[in-house]
Nanobody
Framework: QLQLVESGGGLVQAGGSLRLSCAAS????????MGWFRQAPGKEREFVAA????????YYADSVKGRFTISRDNAKNTVYLQMSSLKPEDTAVYYC?????????????????WGQGTQVTVSS
């Protein structure tokens, strides 16, 4: 069984930066795909970024393109989300997710495992 643990969330002022981490245990990632999603109060969960573990190719939602960067560390079985130029509308619980096959996926239903989430709050 694969387990995901997110960390790095917190409170930051608009324009600031945060780096989220998602550490996996129990399985390896050689053929997996990973993604970050977020859910704000009263809203549906939305796609943020995805990465193909094998070659690091990434894909972003338009709302975060140019501000967020997804990356991975194979040795640590960890995926990161570097968030810069944060805006109040980025406030949400951020979740990482893993799919057991390679590729880039933007729908939450395409993922097999989920972390517990980490809160990001951006003040104006």
């Amino acid at each position: 069984q694969l387990q995901l643990v997110e960390s790095g969330g917190g409170l930051v002022q608009a324009g600031g930066s945060l780096r989220l981490s998602c550490a996996a245990s129990g399985r390896t990632f050689s053929t997996y795909a990973m993604g970050w999603f977020r859910q704000a109060p009263g809203k549906e969960r939305e796609f943020v970024a995805a990465i193909r573990w094998s070659d690091g190719r990434s894909y972003y939602a338009d709302s975060v393109k140019g501000r967020f960067t997804i990356s991975r560390d194979n040795a640590k079985n960890t995926v990161y989300l570097q968030m810069s130029s944060l805006k109040p509308e980025d406030t949400a619980v951020y979740y990482c997710a893993v799919r057991k096959t390679t590729g880039l996926f933007t729908r939450s239903r395409d993922y097999d495992y989920w972390g517990q989430g980490t809160q990001v709050t951006v003040s104006s």
